[in-house]
């Protein structure tokens, strides 16, 4: 079993959409959750950044963590064009440096 | 921030040969990462490059066929070493400049085909 598992899609919907992507996990000591954004033929980005449990909002990207489940989401509302892109969810342990470790990456498509 | 630079962007290798991809980065920084990315695949860390000391590698990936080198905070080059198909992949550097979310930045990437 994969420790992160993230569907890879692709995802297509239409402009305006609210969007929803998850990932699971199965190390309950993963403490720092992330999302980053990989567009075609560039390096990801970092989106996001949570520690807790619960919602943290960043204009249009919510960022939801549930430790009890081992689930994290992000959602996209009112989705761009410009968020076409490749969205790749990355956790790491407590306590300095940490290794991430990465979801394979969902694939967003936002037709206009 | 930091801003990334690798080179080659892409390359098309013949089977057996090495590449060697350079990382430059804006600022200077004490952690660098080398990173494979394959289709299908999530990002995989080969290796933590640290100024002044031996990369460590993770589990999987052994020096004699990715060598890297980190001569100075600026600057890392990984090679891939006797290459065959299965090493095509998509290749970055990443650092980790310091900062309160342990941002990691990524380079653009190196494209390897080997044929």
């Known amino acids: 079993q994969k420790e992160v598992e993230q569907d890879p899609g692709p995802l297509s919907v239409p402009e305006g959409a609210i969007v929803s992507l998850n990932c699971t996990y199965s190390?309950?000591?993963?403490?720092?959750f992330m999302w980053y954004r990989q567009y075609s033929r560039k390096g990801p980005e970092l989106l996001m950044y949570?520690?807790?449990?619960g919602n943290k909002e960043d204009g249009r990207f919510t960022a939801q963590v549930d430790k009890s489940s081992k689930y994290i989401s992000l959602f996209i509302r009112d989705s761009q064009p410009s968020d076409s892109a490749t969205y790749l969810c990355a956790m790491t342990l407590s306590g300095g440096y940490q290794k991430v470790t990465f979801g394979i990456g969902t694939k967003l498509q936002v037709i206009p | 921030s930091a801003v990334i630079s690798q080179k080659p962007s892409r390359d098309i290798c013949q089977r057996g040969t090495s590449l060697t991809i350079q990382c430059q980065v804006d600022s200077q920084v004490t952690m660098m990462f080398w990173y494979r990315q394959q289709p299908g695949q999530s990002l995989t860390l080969i290796a933590t490059a640290n100024q002044g000391s031996e990369a460590t590698y993770e589990s999987g990936f052994v020096i004699d066929k990715f060598p890297i080198s980190r001569p100075n905070l600026t600057f890392s080059t990984l090679t891939v070493s006797n290459m065959s198909p299965e090493d095509s992949s998509i290749y970055l550097c990443?650092?980790?400049?310091?900062?309160?979310?342990?941002?990691?930045?990524f380079g653009p990437g190196t494209r390897l085909t080997v044929l």
């Open positions: 990443s650092v980790l400049p310091g900062g309160p979310y342990n941002e990691q930045f």
């Open positions: 949570t520690y807790s449990s």
């Open positions: 190390n309950s000591a993963f403490q720092y």
